[in-house]
């Protein structure tokens, strides 16, 4: 199983990125996705997850309103779209797969696979 994050990179606040992660080897339509984010002496956060069939989804309250998860079952990919960046939200960005949810998933507990991430810097 992989998955491989893309499209990370720097930005100037109030700026935007779409970041991908596609997977391979992976019942991607029997798992829910998620996007997590870690900061230099930070806790991981999960910022977004997104159910099997992509009709329920749940944000991080620190992200709400700004950033968008998406699934497309047909490519095995996941996608966060990032709006009106600030530097507060410079992190390595990871995607990750789980079977079920519960309130774990913000913590980064119970995930069964994760991808490499891709480093997101506003300044």
């Known amino acids: 199983v992989q998955l491989v994050e893309s499209g990370g990179g720097l930005v100037h606040p109030g700026g935007s990125l779409r970041l991908s992660c596609v997977t391979s080897?992976?019942?991607?339509?029997?798992?829910?996705m998620a996007w997590l984010r870690q900061a230099p002496g930070k806790e991981r956060e999960g910022i977004a997850i997104?159910?099997?069939?992509?009709?329920?989804?749940t944000y991080g309250p620190s992200v709400e309103r700004r950033f968008t998860i998406s699934r497309d079952n047909a490519k095995n990919a996941v996608y966060l779209q990032l709006n009106n960046l600030d530097p507060e939200d410079t992190a390595m960005y990871y995607c990750?797969?789980?079977?079920?949810?519960?309130?774990?998933?913000?913590?980064?507990?119970?995930?069964?696979?994760w991808g490499q991430g891709t480093q997101v810097t506003v300044s």
């Open positions: 990750a797969s789980r079977m079920s949810f519960d309130v774990s998933w913000r913590t980064g507990r119970g995930y069964n696979y």
């Open positions: 997104i159910s099997t069939n992509g009709r329920a989804i």
């Open positions: 080897g992976l019942d991607f339509g029997s798992h829910f």
